[in-house]
Nanobody, 117 residues
């Protein structure tokens, strides 16, 4: 299976970005999908997640009210809409797929998000 992220880049504080993650070679509806982020020297932290079927969402406190996770099962894609971006949101963002059947996980290669004026 493969996860491919896109949509990262450089944005000014207060700006917006939308990350996308396209999954291939897996049954997308059998996977919970998440976004994590990591800065150098720190652990990878979960930012948001969305379950399969019901689409129940979770957000880290630091992004609540600013980020929105969604999924399009017809396109095997999960999105992360990021609004009101702050410099502390700067990180490499990773897509994660976790099987609801086996708990096996797949990771994308990451996409850099830089928030700076």
């Amino acid at each position: 299976a493969q996860l491919v992220e896109s949509g990262g880049g450089l944005v000014q504080p207060g700006g917006s970005l939308r990350l996308s993650c396209v999954a291939s070679e897996l049954t997308f509806t059998n996977y919970h999908m998440s976004w994590y982020r990591q800065v150098p020297g720190k652990e990878r932290d979960k930012v948001a997640s969305i379950t399969n079927f019901l689409g129940t969402t979770y957000y880290a406190d630091s992004v609540k009210g600013r980020f929105t996770i969604s999924r399009d099962d017809g396109k095997n894609t999960v999105y992360l809409q990021m609004n009101s971006l702050k410099p502390e949101d700067t990180a490499v963002y990773y897509c994660n797929a976790r099987s609801v059947l086996t708990s096996y996980e797949y990771w994308g290669q990451g996409t850099q998000v830089t928030v700076s004026s």
